[in-house]
Nanobody
Framework: QVQPVESGGGSVQAGGSLRLSCVAKGYFYNGACMGWFRQAHGKEREGVAAIDRDGEADYIGSVKGRFTISQDNTKNILYLQMNNLKPEDSAMYLC????????????????????WGPGTQVQVDG
């Protein structure tokens, strides 16, 4: 059973940085992808960044140039480096692991088909 577990969230001032990590226990990377999603209170879940087995990454427009997704395939660890954080980045950040390639924008498909962690809270104060 795949059990992603996130860590690294916290509270920072605007302009600060955080690095999120996700250990996907029991996950065997094979023609699949992993992604970071976020959900703010009262808002829909949105895909932030995703990466495939070849390291090809995709980002939503609002985080391009500020966030970097990366992975350590040997350890099944996914990272999200977040720089120049803004108050609107505040949300619960969740890691998802998929056994098949998925489009970052297809959040509902990720919800149905991927394995999800419990999330880590990020608070950015302005």
């Amino acid at each position: 059973q795949v059990q992603p577990v996130e860590s690294g969230g916290g509270s920072v001032q605007a302009g600060g940085s955080l690095r999120l990590s996700c250990v996907a226990k029991g996950y065997f990377y094979n023609g699949a992808c992993m992604g970071w999603f976020r959900q703010a209170h009262g808002k829909e879940r949105e895909g932030v960044a995703a990466i495939d087995r070849d390291g090809e990454a995709d980002y939503i427009g609002s985080v391009k140039g500020r966030f970097t997704i990366s992975q350590d395939n040997t350890k099944n660890i996914l990272y999200l480096q977040m720089n120049n954080l803004k108050p609107e980045d505040s949300a619960m950040y969740l890691c998802a692991a998929s056994t098949r390639p998925l489009d970052l924008a297809s959040t509902l498909i990720w919800v149905r088909r991927a394995f999800w962690g419990p999330g880590t809270q990020v608070q950015v104060d302005g």
